[in-house]
């Protein structure tokens, strides 16, 4: 009972009250924890089996925590049946196992000597977990200070978070609480530089909650936090200040970060990377195998000590780690250990670094006596040329010095000569390199929009005098016309006559049309005033054009390319022009005026794309002397967009705005009738070129739909 309480002692305060809160509810745990079994095996991991009364569903959840070294699992629906919440081990890792039942859940608390990866697996009714070891994956080894608290399956549905609050806790730390959809959210706790990095697996967060809160007057640690979407889940980022440390739990729907600040004492005797048990020491003049007797006592550790070890030392330590007395010690006398599974072996440092030199020489002997052997291996997804390459590149050789490696490239298969130890590397590092790239398909838009608009306005003047008797105002032959006629002296109309009239081009006095726009003539409005002699006339001609045009062009390239090469798409024309070479004669050459898209995609390990790009957008232009003009749009840059998303990467937009007026000077100014002696054009073009990019990564089959 005094060892369960000691346990709940040093669970943190949140997670304390929680499982008091949960001992109060109805068990109805459907299963039982019957047992558990530890086992060391050889090459240092030790096997845990713990014994249900039922075959699990799933492996258990679970979560670890770095200082001090705990691994956690959670059984839903357990009740712990084995009788005891409290095993003393101490083997292998493992020092002691606690198990907590919280009303329909039971936690199986890993109390170990250092951080350890483990593996677990179902093995029908028990659970297996192997600690440390060959066994234990990578993927199962927590990094320094990172804790785990579920983990998300490929097939999980998505989740989201509810609510974010922050808290400050009665001894000033900084509390943040998130409430989550369910309790199965997968989530990875870590530093990362002077911040605190939580990222929720395969989980959306409310557009509500995507923000940055400022939460420095609350006086914590805690500065900000800032929670975003990033790829297929939520990443939050909490920056404190100062030295601090943290903490983090979950109870059912609701994971808890605590961070405290670290107050330093500058006389205390523990330094940062001792966590060993404490104990005290106070000898005068005795031998230093004594004292390292003492220790493996106390540890449990089994140490060898060589002969050469002696000499008496004096010390007195109290309430200092282990393995930091047991470093003093070392350092104290010049002496070093080197650690094989559970056995210690002390030696002076000379000693040791003969010992592993000598050691180093042999196998390098051995190496370069032991019998080459020849392998073929199978290259699958890239060239095996290329593999071949790698393992003799003379920079960084992979082979031994005795090794060769050869390709037959009609089979893509590399056949290596080499001894067995690095034929097994070799073919560990093809696992790891020979696999399927990943592909992307890019996708760009370039939109051109026009819109122009023009107007042209005119006006031609004449008078013509027949009888030479007054003003006239050129000269030429009538010709006959039907006109619209006039009294000139009274200004009545009349319709049908047939006149002979001077030529409209040889009276002119003021000769100011329209000018014509895209090829087409301006509408034109005459005017004719002659007296019933038909010997005087006055001409008027008035001429106007608009053109209002709207134009969309949009070219949409697409290409698929793998992870890190580039691709070029293009599609356009190659117009010729002569130019003279050095001799004196001339070639013709070739222009390319394409529409092309150049990418070089990059993904990231959070699913994002980064692009180098490069997009041109060419037009043949106007005609000049040496050839047709090349109307060029281009755009070079690099950007990071996520999957499936789309960002305008550039964009041009040009308005040309003129107003011109050619007039004869006063009596274009002149009001009402000004307009018969000037000219006006007024032109207003506006022009826009939009480029998208979207990039997409094909994981299920290919398309360019």
């Known amino acids: 009972m005094k060892r369960a309480m000691k346990l709940l002692d040093r669970l943190p305060g949140r997670m304390l009250a929680a499982m008091l809160a949960l001992v109060a509810m109805p068990a109805l745990a ?41 691994i956690a699992f959670d059984f839903p629906n357990t009740a712990n049946g084995s009788g005891r919440t409290v095993h003393d081990i101490s083997e292998g890792d493992i020092r002691r196992i606690n198990i907590v039942q ?4 039971s936690r199986v608390v890993l109390e170990t000597n250092r951080q350890v990866g483990y593996d677990t697996r179902i093995e029908g009714n028990t659970v297996l977990v192997t600690l440390g070891g060959a066994a234990s994956t990578p993927s199962a080894t927590p990094a320094p200070a990172t804790q785990t608290f579920a983990q998300a399956r490929p097939n999980d549905s998505k989740h989201s978070l509810r609510d974010i609050d922050f808290r400050r806790g009665q001894g000033g730390e900084g509390r943040i609480v998130i409430d989550l959809s369910d309790n199965q959210v997968g989530i990875n706790l870590r530093p990362q530089g002077r911040s605190l990095i939580v990222d929720f697996a ?14 420095v007057d609350f006086g914590t640690p805690v500065e900000s936090i800032e929670t975003f979407p990033q790829g297929n889940g939520t990443r939050m980022v909490i920056t404190p200040r100062g030295a601090w440390e943290h903490s983090a739990f979950q109870t059912d729907r609701r994971f808890i970060v605590e961070v405290k600040r670290v107050t330093e004492d ?84 000379d000693e040791l670094a003969t010992r592993e030199k000598l050691a180093l020489e042999a196998r390098s002997q051995i190496a370069d006596l032991e019998p080459l052997r020849t392998e073929s291996m199978q290259v699958n997804y890239q060239k095996a040329a290329d593999f071949q390459a790698l393992l003799s590149d003379p920079k960084q050789r992979i082979l031994s010095k005795r090794g060769s490696a050869v390709v037959d490239v009609r089979t893509n298969t590399v056949f290596v000569q080499d001894t067995p130890s690095r034929l097994e590397e070799v073919r560990k590092l093809l696992r790891q390199i020979d696999i399927p790239v990943r592909q992307v398909m890019i996708e760009s838009r370039i939109v051109e929009a026009n819109d122009t608009f023009s107007r042209n306005l005119g006006a031609r003047l004449g008078f013509n005098d027949a009888t030479g008797q007054g003003f006239r105002v050129g000269s030429g032959n009538g010709v006959n016309a039907n006109v619209l006629g006039g009294n000139l002296a009274t200004g009545a109309f009349r319709t049908g006559q047939t006149t002979t009239q001077p030529p409209f081009n040889d009276s002119l006095m003021v000769n100011l049309p329209a000018q014509g726009l895209s090829g087409a003539n301006p509408g034109v409005f005459s005017f004719l005033l002659f007296n019933d002699r038909s010997t005087k006339f006055l001409n008027l001609e008035l001429s106007a054009l608009q053109a209002d045009g709207k134009g969309k062009i949009i070219s949409s390239p697409r290409v698929i390319t793998a992870d890190k090469v580039e691709a070029t ?19 013709v050459s070739f222009r390319k005026a394409t529409l092309s898209l150049r990418v070089k995609p990059q993904i990231t390990p959070d699913d994002n794309v980064i692009m180098t790009l490069r997009v041109n957008k060419d037009s043949v232009g106007q005609n000049t002397l040496s050839g047709p003009a090349i109307d060029t749009k281009q755009v070079s840059t690099e950007v990071l967009v996520e999957n499936g998303g789309t960002v305008v990467i550039g964009g041009i937009y040009t308005q040309d705005e003129r107003s011109t007026t050619t007039k004869v000077p006063v009596l274009g100014d002149l009001p009402y009738i000004g307009f018969m002696f000037k000219n006006n054009q007024r032109v207003d073009d506006r022009r826009e070129l939009l480029i998208f990019i979207s990039p997409r990564i094909i994981k299920d089959g290919v398309s360019l739909r």
């Open 30 to 70: 459907q299963n039982s924890i019957e047992s558990v079994n530890v086992t060391a095996q050889s090459g240092g991991s030790t096997v845990l089996r713990i014994t249900l009364k039922g075959a699990p569903a799933a492996a258990p959840a679970s979560f670890v925590v770095s200082n001090p070294p705990r």
């Open 102 to 105: 919280a009303g329909d859940r």
């Open 202 to 215: 395969n989980t959306v967060v409310p557009k509500n909650l995507t923000r940055r809160l400022d939460v």
């Open 266 to 349: 500058p006389n205390r005797l523990v330094q940062p990377g001792f966590s060993g048990e404490k104990l005290s020491l106070n000898f005068q003049n005795v031998e230093v195998r004594a004292v390292l007797q003492v220790i493996a006592d106390f540890t449990g550790l089994n140490i060898i000590t060589s002969d050469t070890v002696g000499g008496n030392l004096t010390l007195r330590l109290k309430d200092v780690p282990w393995d930091q007395a047991l470093d003093i010690i070392l350092q104290s006398r010049g002496l070093d250990m080197r650690k094989t599974g559970n056995v210690v072996w002390i030696a002076p440092r």
């Open 569 to 587: 798409i293009e599609q356009g024309t190659e117009i010729p022009y002569q130019q003279a070479t050095s001799s004196g004669a001339t070639s």
